[in-house]
C-alpha cells in the first residue's frame, strides 16, 4: 500500500511538473493533498490502535423508535505479550454503557452483566457480537440511525483508554467478517 | 454360564439405563420449543394492544397466528426476531394477511402500548403488540410456558431474561410448531407459509 502511494507520488510529481501554469499546478497539488487525506481517513475508519490492543470494526444497531438501549459489538486483538481486559466502554449517544453476555439456554434467552470485563489473551483475540458478549449502551439519548457514526471509548486494564468510532448499521445486521472462516460468533450456540 | 447371564442382564440394564438418560436429556434439552400438539401451550389472548383497542385471539375468526414475547428494552433478540418476521411478511406476499403476528411485553412496568406502538413502526405494520398489567401478561405467559425474569444491573435498572421463541398457532389456537433464532429464513417463511395455509 505505502510503497504503491511512493510509486503514485513519483510518477504525480513528473505529471505536476508537465503542468506549466501555477494555477494549474496549485489545482493539482490542492486535489492530491485532500486525496490524501481522504486515503488516510478510509484507512482509519475501522481499526483503532492502543499498545499493543487493536480494535476492530466497533459497530452497533440502528434502532426503532423510541428504543432505550442498544448494543455495541467489536473485534479486539492483542498482539502484546501479556493479557489485557477490556474494563468498560462508553458511548455518547448512551446515558450509560455496561458490558454483557447474552445466551440462549433451552430457548430462553438470558442477559447478564459481566463482572470484571472481558478478557483478551496475549496475541490472542476476543469478539464481542450479537449473541454474545457484548456492549449495552442504556439510555439512549436518541433513536441510533443506520449509516450514522457515534464516538466512544474503551478502556484497557493495560492498554488505557482509545477513542473508537462505531458505526451504526441495519436493525437486524449480524457480524460481516463471519464469512472470512473466522467461526463461529462468540463461540455462543444458539439452542433451541 | 450364570456369570455370563448376569453380565448379559447387567449390559441391558446399563443400555436401558443409557437409553432412558438419553431420551430424558433430549426431552429436557429441547423443552417448550420442539412441544408438540396436544401438550397444552397456548390458550386465548385477549390483552390492550397498539391498535389503541384491546385486542382478542377470538376476533381472529380462526385465522393462525404467530406469537412471540419479548420487552423493547432488549438490544439483540427482541429487533432482530421482529426484524427478520418483518422480512418473512413481505417474502409471503399476500399470505401475510392470512396470518397474525403478535409481540407480548413480558416487562408491562415499561412498555406501554403507545411506546409499544412507537417501537413497533420500525418493522412490518400489521404486527400488533400486547402489553397489560403484570397480572395479565403472566396468566398469558404461563399459558405459553413462556418463563421470564427480570435481572438487575448497575444503578438500581433491570433488563429481562425471556422465552425466545416464536410459537407458530393454528386456526384452533392450537401449537403446530415454533420458529427459532437460527433458522435461515427459508425455513421461517416456509414455515410461516404452512401456517397461513393452514388458516
Known sequence: MTLQAFRTQSASTRLFRSFSGIEQRIAIATLAIGLLFVGVDAARAH??????????????????????????????????????????????????????????DNGVMKMRPVEGGVAVPAHGKAELAPNGFHLMFMDLKQPLKQGESVKGTLTFAKAGTVDVVFEIDAIGAMPKHEHGGDGEMSGMKMEN | MTKRRIAAIALAVIVALAGSALVGYQLSGRGAATAQRGLGIGGPIDLPATTGKRFSTADLGGKPYAVFFGFTRCPNICPTTLSDLTLDLEQLGPLADRLQVLFVTVDPERDTTSSMKDYLSAFDPRIIGLSGTPEEIAAVAKAYRVYYEKVPTEGGDYTMNHTATVYLMDGKGELTGTLSLEEEQPTRVAKLKRLAESG
Open chain 1, 47 to 104: 481499526e483503532f490502535k492502543i499498545g499493543a490492543i487493536e480494535v476492530e470494526h466497533p459497530w452497533s444497531r440502528a434502532t426503532p423508535p423510541g428504543a432505550k438501549v442498544g448494543g455495541g459489538y467489536l473485534v479486539i486483538a492483542n498482539d502484546g505479550d501479556s493479557d489485557d481486559t477490556l474494563v468498560s466502554a462508553t458511548f455518547e449517544s448512551a446515558g450509560r454503557t455496561e458490558i454483557h453476555q447474552m445466551s440462549v
